[in-house]
């Protein structure tokens, strides 16, 4: 054990650890009440307004204080200057290893463009041909030449050689089977 000030540390020999008393977690709590505040806004005018990281840099300002107890000089405006140099030193670092690393950018607005899915296109269409399937021969026909062919009652009556009177009277029954099917399926 070795005495400074009024501080006492108790070096670990075989792991080269430091064990500190509870005086050096007085120190820290004795200098967060007496510089945090100062401390924090020091470090806000250094990171440019950022909060959060002013708090980081005022915590590592505190744990390198008690880290380093031993060897602090307890004179007020010493400790002072020593935490506020501490503080910039940080932010120098941070600055440094930031700017190190690659900057992450957002994505371009291109590259957040949706993309259409055809997956649900394809799926209605499987179903709605297996619902056509369990149609009669008839009523396919008449969906098939007014709806997917896109042509009128007349065109259709005249395609398949029956009345248009015939024709939406397949049509209509046909539609009517659809939908049951279709809600058979969910």
């Not at 708090?55 to 935490?83: H, S």
């Not at 009523?139 to 248009?164: C, F, K, M, S, W």
Request: net charge positive.
């Amino acid at each position: 054990m070795c005495a400074v000030g009024r501080h006492r540390v108790t070096r670990a020999e075989s792991t080269g650890t430091a064990e500190v008393s509870g005086r050096d977690d007085d120190l820290v709590r004795a200098l967060y009440r007496e510089y945090g505040g100062a401390l924090f806004g020091h470090a806000c005018k250094l990171t440019g307004n950022d909060r959060q990281w002013a708090e980081d840099v005022v915590q590592e300002t505190l744990f390198r204080a008690w880290r380093n107890a031993e060897k602090l000089d307890r004179e007020p405006g010493l400790m002072r200057a020593w935490l506020f140099t501490v503080a910039r030193r940080i932010v120098i670092d941070g600055r440094r290893s930031r700017s190190a690393r690659p900057h992450e950018v957002e994505a371009s607005p291109l590259e957040s463009v949706p993309v259409p899915d055809s997956a649900d296109a394809t799926l209605s269409a499987l179903v709605i041909t297996e619902a056509l399937q369990q149609l009669s021969e008839e009523h396919r026909e008449a969906i098939t030449q007014t709806y997917l062919r896109d042509r009128t009652i007349n065109e259709a009556a005249a395609v398949l050689g029956v009345p248009p009177g015939t024709v939406k009277s397949r049509v209509y029954y046909a539609l009517r089977a659809l939908r049951r099917s279709l809600q058979d399926r969910g």
